[in-house]
């Protein structure tokens, strides 16, 4: 478990979150199969066989398919699609939110194959925890950023930032358009939730406060700064290469 350590205490991610705010199940099979391999044939036969559609050799990085294949062959549902064809592009949209949002790795843009057997059966689908898996992928990825030659992160960090939000009101944005009859505002508690998952009460556009203007652009508040705060004003807004021993960025 990531445990996220503040002056006042402890907290970090619970399957409670993963059940509100994502509304993913946590009670149920474990999200878990064999290893597939990199035998091309057979992750191709199983591509045909669930997804109706072959992808080739350069569609795969070892055994996980590339997300590109799946967003330029399944863009667009056909009109006259048959129950069959709909069934396939239902597995294909649930891979692309297995590797694009739930349990993405660092590259995000591919996916296990080893999910896609599990979406055979889709009176099955939502016996899985596909909640704990989630969970699961945060707390690993979030251990292995803790290593000192870590540079990238990876994982479900929409969650983890919607997490923040919603624990840390001091950091939440605030939402622009009106709120429903009933409901406080972002930060002050809701009595009154949009239908759905929680999480789904971010997706609104937001008051981005951000402050665009240099400091003291008044004369006024530009006295009131020290001399050695000011000396080299004249350059303040200069273009030119920052040099940092060996290094020009």
Known sequence: ????HF???????TLQDMAILFGLPVDGHTVTGKDLGNKLDDLIAL???LLGAAPTQEDFIGSSLKLKWISEHFR???HDASDETVHHYARTYIMWLIGGVLVPDKSQNIVKMMFLPLLRDFDRIQEYSWGGATLACLYRMLCR???ADTKEIAGPLVLLQV???ERLSRIAPSRKSNIAAGERAIGEGDQLLPHGLRACRWRVPFSHEFIWE??????????SFPSYCTVGRDIWMAQVPLICFDIID
């Open 163 to 165: 997490w923040a939000w």
């Open 47 to 49: 591509c045909v066989e």
């Open 76 to 78: 667009h549902l056909p």
């Open 214 to 223: 240099p400091y003291g652009m008044e004369d006024d508040i530009m006295t």
């Open 7 to 13: 002056p006042v205490g402890e907290s970090t991610v």
């Open 1 to 4: 478990m990531r445990i996220f």
């Open 145 to 147: 950023a803790t290593k």
